[in-house]
């Protein structure tokens, strides 16, 4: 009998172990809305400070509902005090990862949204706390209009039970708000923890931050208790804890760590608070093991448990050691502690150093609601955003009665009945998810088989802004295609509202849509650079057409056509920029964009758009945008223009140097000399992302190329004939150079920095292969945005360009970091540039 259960225990913890995986998966996903909006949350339990009238009370401000006057507005202007608030109560705790907000539409008769606010929200609520985003900002950016919805990612998430919405003004004004929640339920049942702070790790050049800088309770006396932070915010931090998940943040924002030194004591304490008595089974703890640097995961653990509050620890406490033998990988990695089922509600454990240093980054329960059934309690599963798969367990260490042979066959068949309970358990949960994977196809083949792809510019921001005038679809509905997202239906069960998109957003509302003489848009631009102060004023000198020399034509678009011209005399014109790499008596090459007289209004005023913003692109690597004419018909844009051409055609007509010298008289060129035009590339880029800027087509036949192999990048290729077949057209309309665009790009129309990394890499290509070739030439369009379609499922059947002849291999681990199909985990330019400076000159 003994061994059956011994048996039975083993397969329970393996079960136990898969359930942590599919616990932490959830929690991936834990966005669902939370009930303002579909009425889940009654009206009861939306309560405010006050209200300007009965149609306008608190039951009202629910996102893009219409109910009574259009939303919650209260009695008095919020400036200058900031005391009226909208709050909702959830009755128990939630993980909140996004809100959403609206103002008083009402038809078309509102006028009244709030610019910004406050959150503030409580697990008790008693005890009241501002939310602060990462670098300590507690303001967080509205609407600016009374029907978008605006979404905002909490970063950091919290973990509350009611949460309070503080509208803000910079004057005297009525407002009004509607709003929804996103989240799921707190099932983890975590209340506080209280530890050590942080410390820091004084690397050579870089202090090192280990400090739980998201904790939201109390410090004193170098410890912090009565709050949550880091230790569960869903953040795993990664190998090197020096990089970080989160953009613009210190060294070591993903761990908190102790040093054994500082701490003064060979281990860290940390107490665990929840909510309500549970029983524990696993304790995850997701560790650092960089070695190298003094960085060990823990030896043992030792933890107490005490069943309440004023009942005492314990005894003894469950000793658990980690073989340090099996950690030589410096990976991170997460460390499952089995807690054997024991009832607590507080939870005391001491981690052990192994080494100098400890760094955690998360720490997760496996742990059920006690039951009125000695030796059983319910573990739930987060399927959506209420509890809907609960299983009887049988916690594995349990004593068990003795085998008198009277009730032995009843222990076995409940053992096997729980087992075959949990499994089915499993299974549910992995046929969910099958069937979101396979909706998330679906909804990727029908957007790739809309009748016209529609291309969103980006730029980075922290909201999404949806335009609402119209009702969310039905889950048997085709969306809107919102930017910067997946079609909604692969990311939505079917009966709950749309889950809204993932970070980072990019925000339609903050772009300048540039169409130039091509039609189509090349540089995507944030708003601000058009709206500068005395941006109604061309910042460039308006040059004599007479000074234009007409020398060929080099290509045409939509709206007009580009010239290649020469100015014969550029000294003799002071209002040009210098200096340029003219001598006196010698003429300047240009590129004439010209407008047709007869183009659109939207087309003049997207062509004078451009030159506004054009103009404040200076870099040694950048195309300079010289001068207008712009008095009379047709408009025209004068820029530089590289006197050796564009970069194709420059590499096509050349062979790659080889040791044994040049062959025949067919022009050669060096690797050296390639790696320095492709870091004059990533020079330029690293300028343009700088600014916010994101080329979307960036490419060798859009980069010039001047004496002494200078590049500047340019944006000419889309309106040349010669190009043609680099483009993919849609429907005879939009065209774009699918080969050189991310999966994201293709399937989702998110144009980004990282794109811009990705298109890059294939020039980068392009120039390690002399140009002699296209960019998987062996691949039909069509297959092509199929592998797109792969990169999105990530099964491995994604394909990559092969390396060059003349490619090293660390090159070559660089093209493939930047088709990385997570774009977070693409390289930024400056780390290129630095990489092709320092590194790729010397490889072989």
Known sequence: MQSVVSVVNRITGVLFHLLITLLQNQWAQCRYALGMEDGTIPDSDITASSAWSDSTEAKHGRLSTGEGDGAWCPAAPVFPNESEYLQIDLHKLHFVALVGTQGRHADGHGQEFVRSYRLRYSRDGKKWITWQDRWGQEVVSGNENTYEIVLKDLGPPIVARMVRFYPLADRVMSVCL???????????????????VGHVMNLPGIPVYLNDSTYDGSTEQGMQFGGLGQLCDGVLGG???????????????DYLGWSREALGQGSVDIEFHFEKPRLFNNMQVHSNNRHTQGVRVFSKVECLFKPGLLQPWSSPALTLPVPLEDLKDPSSRPISLPLGGRPAQI??????????WLLISEISFLSGRKTNYPGFYILCIPTNHEDILCAWL??????????????????????VGIILLLLAVIVVILWRQYWKKILGKVGQELDLLRSELRVHLSVPSDNV????????PSAHEEPPPYPGSPPYPSLSPPVSPPLPPSVPHYAEADIVSLQGVSGNNTYAVPALASSSPGADALPLPELPRQCLVFKEKLGEGQFGEVHLCEIENPLDLPILEFPFNVRKGRPLLVAVKILRPDASKNARNDFLKEVKILSRLKDPNIIRLLGVCVSSDPLCMVTEYMECGDLNQYLSQRVLLDKTGPSHNTPTISYPALISMASQ??????????LNFVHRDLATRNCLVGGERHIKIADFGMSRNLYAGDYYRIQGRAVLPIRWMAWECILMGKFTTASDVWAFGVTLWEMLSVCQEQPY???????VIDNAGEFFRDQGRQVYLSRPAVCPQGLYELMLSCWNRDCKLRPSFANIHSFLTEDAMNMV
Not at 347 to 352: I, S, T, V
Not at 777 to 783: A, C, G, K, V
Request: aromatic share 14%.
């Open 178 to 196: 509607r709003v929804e929640l996103y989240g799921c339920v707190w099932n983890d049942g975590l209340y506080a923890y209280t530890a050590p």
């Open 239 to 253: 190998d090197d804890f020096i990089e970080t998940k989160e953009l613009r943040v210190w060294p070591g924002y």
């Open 347 to 356: 939870l005391r454990c001491k981690f052990y150093f192994a080494d100098r």
């Open 394 to 415: 049988f916690p594995a260490g349990l004593p068990v009665a003795k085998d008198d042979g009277s009730n032995t066959a009843i222990l076995i068949g409940c053992l």
């Open 465 to 472: 802004v949806i335009n609402n005038t119209h009702r969310f």
């Open 681 to 690: 590339i990533a020079s330029g880029m690293k300028f343009l992302s700088s």
């Open 777 to 783: 030439s062996d691949l039909t369009d069509e297959q």
